[in-house]
């Protein structure tokens, strides 16, 4: 069990079970299915499914799906793997507002009979022209104290269709000079003949998600309506709704603060410009702060949990620091994942004394490396991770290798710890120390390959007589495999590193505009790199450490034996202190 969480939302909860107020949680997460769920989602998930769970109650998944154009059925069965994916199960069936769409329909109707409703024939335009301002009180509908009988035939009309979208309206009759302007007259009910993904062309009217929100969670029962903060002004409506028409045990809406975090959209409307855009190649690009995405790109569901564990609940807004997510993912990644070892910028290097050091391995006293020699590969025998029963691997170890670019320099910079001409010995991961003898440049200057020796002593053992610092990765030539390495940088830039060469083409909308601007050029970098063979191996969606590298998975897509593909997931080092 953890520690007991306490926010102002858990608070409020275990004072209404102890006052009796309510006998048992029931929460519900509402996405509408018109997008992927993003990082944003991923809190109200938690939260909702979270405190359901500790004190022992339910949380529903429903689907605010009121606005059949934007939506579709793709995306309810996104979320809902997207859902269970972080470990989370609501209660029963899945629910739909639509499924509540007739017991809507009869509350309109009973607003109307009350003298609540009217049904208004302005244009949209008009509409909102006279709602007025803040400091201007709107202007009443004419429409607005016609008859219930008026209203309700109108509103009949409606539902068989007479009106042409936007040709009339449903209002509630609240106060056209209310300081909140959400009080003003909402709409309730408004036409549109459109095809619905689960009602099918069974209405041509539909209602505003501010009238079928608070009646569906008092048709499911909810005791806590937890929403985000821009919410606040339309509980007023909620409050007022759900007294119109009358519950013995009224839901309760509130309000807790949106997750923003740096470098991240947290707006579904912007991802999906994205998508439109193509800047990424889809919504589960594994740069995507989208479920799909951060799946796709390795974040676990205990690390995204975590992270939210984190950040607590609170009411305040704020921007949370990106490092604080992969520290909580790569703290889920430290005791799971396999070691292995990958070269991202190869480097040939050729032993020159490897047949006669490695004949001498069967010599060797107590090797404290097991390994096998077949005549040409001494194929080195390690554990998939040095504490955890995870089973072994074979390295191969051969005459030609590779390491990375990276670690030789022929002027290294101050401090520099791995190979160069003035510091030719280094430990190879696994295996043997190797002393560099010789480089060769290209033309332009450019290392391309080492002539080096291995001390044939130095398996499993110190060299004797001197130290030798640093140990670097390394991967056969002839026996490791291709494989396509993809690094990643944040997919935006902040406003302050923005700078006057980012590309800025033509931009349709306002949202691309900004999208372009922010794009960060490296966001991508793919590297054809050798990884050693068991790695190719690996199953699509299992997670490794490359060593001295990164976390990475093998990707769900694009991932095969015959053509490994790798995800970085995380870097290995935090700078970060939670
Ligand atoms: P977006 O603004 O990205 O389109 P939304 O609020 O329209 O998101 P919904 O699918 O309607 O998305 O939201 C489902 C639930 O998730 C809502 O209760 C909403 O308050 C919550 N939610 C959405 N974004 C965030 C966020 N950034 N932080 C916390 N909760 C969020
Ligand atoms: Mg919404
Ligand atoms: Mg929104």
């Known amino acids: 069990q953890s520690t007991e969480k306490n926010d102002f939302i858990r608070s409020i909860i275990r004072e209404d079970l102890a006052t009796g107020k309510h006998e048992q949680v029931l929460t519900r997460f509402p996405p509408e299915p018109n997008g992927f769920l993003h990082i944003g989602h991923v809190k109200s998930i938690c939260l909702n499914f979270g405190v359901a769970a500790e004190f022992g109650g339910a949380c529903n998944l429903r689907f605010d799906d009121t606005n059949p154009t934007a939506e579709k059925q793709d995306f309810v069965d996104g979320i809902k793997q997207d859902v269970q994916w972080l470990g989370f199960d609501w209660a029963g069936q899945v629910r739909y507002a639509s499924g509540y769409f007739d017991q809507l329909y009869a509350w309109a109707v009973q607003l109307i009979e009350q003298g609540d409703a009217y049904v208004d024939l302005q244009s949209i335009d008009e509409i909102r022209t006279n709602r007025g301002s803040f400091n201007q009180a709107g202007t009443p509908s004419p429409y607005r104290d016609s008859s219930i009988e008026e209203n309700l035939a109108r509103f009949f009309d409606m539902k068989d269709g007479k009106y042409a ?55 499911e029962g909810i005791t806590h309506s937890l929403c985000t903060l821009e919410f606040e ?13 009358g519950f013995e ?33 889809g919504w589960d690009d594994p740069r995507m702060p989208t479920i ?24 305040s807004d704020g921007l949370v620091d990106y490092r604080m997510l992969e520290f909580s993912v790569r703290k889920s990644l430290e005791d799971s994942t396999a070691r292995g070892m990958a070269v991202l910028r190869p480097l040939k290097v050729s032993i020159t004394n490897f047949d006669e050091a490695v004949a001498q391995f ?36 051969t005459k030609t290798i590779y390491i990375d670019k990276t670690d030789f320099e022929v002027t290294p910079p101050e401090g520099y710890k791995r190979l160069s001409p003035e510091n030719p010995e280094i430990r190879l991961r696994n295996s043997y120390v190797l002393k560099v003898d010789e480089y060769k440049t290209d033309e332009s200057g450019q290392v391309v390959e080492l002539i080096a020796s291995i001390d044939e002593k130095t398996l499993g053992n110190n060299p004797e007589g001197r130290k030798v610092k640093g140990v670097i990765h390394w991967v056969s030539a002839t026996h490791g495999v291709p494989a396509q390495v993809r690094l ?55 997670r490794f450490q490359f060593e001295r590298e990164s976390y990475f998975i093998a990707d769900a897509v694009e991932h095969s034996e015959a053509t490994p593909v790798f995800n970085q997931i995380v870097g290995l080092k935090d700078s970060f202190k939670p």
């Open 362 to 397: 069967a010599q060797l006293k107590n090797p404290k490396t097991v390994a096998e020699f077949d005549g040409e590969v001494l194929w080195l025998v390690q554990p998939k991770h040095p504490t955890l029963p995870m089973g072994e691997r074979r390295i191969p170890f």
């Open 165 to 219: 979208d936007g040709g009339a309206v449903l209002r509630a009759k609240i106060d056209m000079a209310h300081p909140n302007m959400n009080m003003r007259d909402p709409v309730i009910y408004r036409v549109m003949h459109a095809h619905h993904h689960q009602t099918a062309d069974a209405w041509c009217i539909y209602p505003m998600y501010d009238f079928a929100h608070p009646l569906s969670d008092a048709i």
């Open 249 to 281: 045990r009224p839901p309760r809406q509130y309000e807790f603060s949106r997750l923003n975090i740096d470098h991240t959209l947290t707006s579904k409307r912007k991802l999906k410009r994205l998508v439109e855009m193509g800047a990424v190649s």
């Open 233 to 245: 002004d339309h509980r007023p409506f909620y409050d007022w709704v759900i007294d119109k028409i």
């Open 488 to 542: 990643y940088e944040h997919l935006l830039l902040k406003d302050d590193e923005i700078t006057d060469t980012t590309a800025v083409p033509d931009a349709a909308d306002a949202d691309s505009a900004w999208i372009y601007q922010h794009l960060n050029p490296n966001s991508l970098t793919v590297c054809q790199a050798v990884i050693e063979p068991d790695l190719a191996k690996a199953k699509s969606g299992e």
């Open 292 to 315: 799909a995405g951060m799946r796709r790109r390795g974040y676990t569901p205990e690390g995204l949990r975590d992270f939210c564990e984190r950040i607590g609940v609170t009411k």
